[in-house]
């Protein structure tokens, strides 16, 4: 039978059993309908799986006991970081999940003067995101969750980058570089890849982005949606990256 898997953010031990409560306890009880004694893995979102044998389920809690722990090398390739400006409805959604089975570590979603999802404080999109993000990693095999940030102005996207070797933007306008030339000299380091939005970047943003250190780069004569473009350009940093 094929073990299943489980994400819990943090692990919290009790008598030596690691505790499963909330929406991941009722996945677990109610979805996966799992019972004392069959076998569950665990992820951390942080590297690790354990490999656990669920003890006791309760009414509203299951305890699990944890009898190997494995460290995955994931954490050791290249981490890519997509500034991309927000879409609405379920197009963001699919862009979430499919970036996070194709390995992306962090996205940022990036407020441009053309983006026309907007946010309040009570706005509960975020929240969603990151939900994806967990179940797409679970289903997907990872065993890291990508983090899924705040919105933030596009200036205000420095101190996420500070510390990043490669910066790219892929901009429609570009006419002397194509993506082929992002990757002459980037045979190892993080990147951060910006993404406008579908009505495009103006010319202020490209010039304050270059300011800024980023080279912009052109994905050729097709214009991608906003929610296709990601997935292109991290699908060719997948293939840059393990071709040998």
């Not at 031990?13 to 893995?41: C, E, F, H, M, W």
Request: hydrophobic fraction near 35%; glycine fraction near 6%; include cysteine.
């Amino acid at each position: 039978m094929e073990v299943r898997r489980i994400f819990v953010d943090k692990i919290k031990s009790k008598n030596g059993l690691v505790l499963v409560a909330g929406q991941t306890y009722k996945y677990l009880v109610d979805v996966l309908r799992k019972a004392p004694g069959d076998r569950i893995d665990v992820i951390d979102g942080k590297g690790y799986l354990y490999r656990a044998q669920i003890h006791t389920i309760k009414s509203r809690e299951a305890y699990l006991k944890i009898f190997d722990v494995i460290y995955c090398p994931e954490e050791k390739k290249r981490r890519v970081t997509l500034c991309v400006s927000p879409i609405k409805g379920s197009r963001m959604d699919w862009m979430i999940e499919k970036a996070t089975e194709l390995g992306v570590d962090r996205i940022l979603p990036t407020l441009f003067r053309r983006t026309i999802l907007r946010f309040d404080e009570k706005d509960k999109k975020v929240e969603r995101w990151r939900r994806l993000a967990v179940e797409a990693s679970r289903q997907s095999g990872r065993f890291t969750v990508p983090e899924v940030l705040s919105p933030v102005p596009l200036r205000g996207i420095l101190p996420y980058v500070i510390d990043i070797e490669h910066r790219w933007v892929l901009y429609e306008h570009e006419e002397e570089k194509g993506i082929k030339d992002a990757f002459e000299n980037c045979k190892e380091g993080d990147i951060c890849v910006v993404i406008g939005p579908e009505g495009g970047i103006e010319d202020s943003e490209i010039a304050w982005l270059k300011e800024n250190g980023f080279l912009s780069f052109s994905l050729g004569s097709t214009i991608f949606r906003t929610e296709t473009t990601p997935l292109v350009i991290l699908s060719i940093i997948h293939y840059e990256s393990t071709k040998r």
